[in-house]
């Protein structure tokens, strides 16, 4: 970004992977969105940074990114009217007894609950092998740019998520497995 305020880049720099982060959280997810979000983010912040200078920068980007991806999310999420079944020609959905829903929930709740005690447990042992698979797994960011927010080559990148995947499967490996 060529602004020619260097202090404006300076703030870009230490801030945008904070940004971005906020965006994607908010916006359901969408990296796309959550680029989107970002750039609008920072031009804000371009545009207001006068008088800001001597204010909460951090402060005020985490608040402009969330509120910014809120809107975002409303704006683009549209109620679809549902037609009638009978005039749309779209057969009854065969139903599924209760118990069964039931086990479904359960199931997936339990994997839910695997998932997160995964995801802390990563993070304690090695937090930029959690940053790193948060960045690729589930923010879906390329591999090379991943790479360069975290500030390595793309192979170091690819070797910090083998370690982390194999941790995975040696710590929680046989935890999962019960669960199939």
Do not use: C
Not at 19 to 32: H, I, P, Q, R, T
Not at 46 to 64: A, E, I, Q
Not at 99 to 110: I, S
């Amino acid at each position: 970004m060529l602004t020619g305020n260097r202090e404006f880049n300076e703030i870009y720099d230490k801030y945008k992977n904070l940004v971005l982060k906020v965006a994607y959280e908010y916006s359901g997810d969408d990296y796309d969105a959550a680029q989107d979000i970002t750039q609008e983010t920072f031009l804000k912040l371009y545009r207001d940074f006068d008088r800001l200078k001597n204010g909460n920068v951090y402060g005020w980007l985490k608040v402009t990114a969330r509120n910014t991806a809120i809107n975002y999310r409303k704006k683009n999420s549209r109620e679809v009217l549902e037609l009638d079944k009978e005039e749309s020609g779209i057969a009854e959905p065969v139903t599924r007894s209760i118990d069964e829903e039931f086990e479904e929930a359960e199931t997936k709740l339990e994997k839910s609950r695997l998932h997160w005690k995964i995801m802390k447990g990563l993070q304690k042992k090695n937090p930029r092998w959690y940053e790193a698979m948060i960045l690729v797994y589930y923010m879906n960011v390329p591999q090379k740019d991943a790479a360069d927010m975290l500030g390595i080559k793309t192979g170091a990148l690819q070797v910090m998520l083998t370690r982390a995947k194999n941790w995975i499967r040696k710590t929680y490996g046989a935890e999962y497995k019960e669960m199939d």
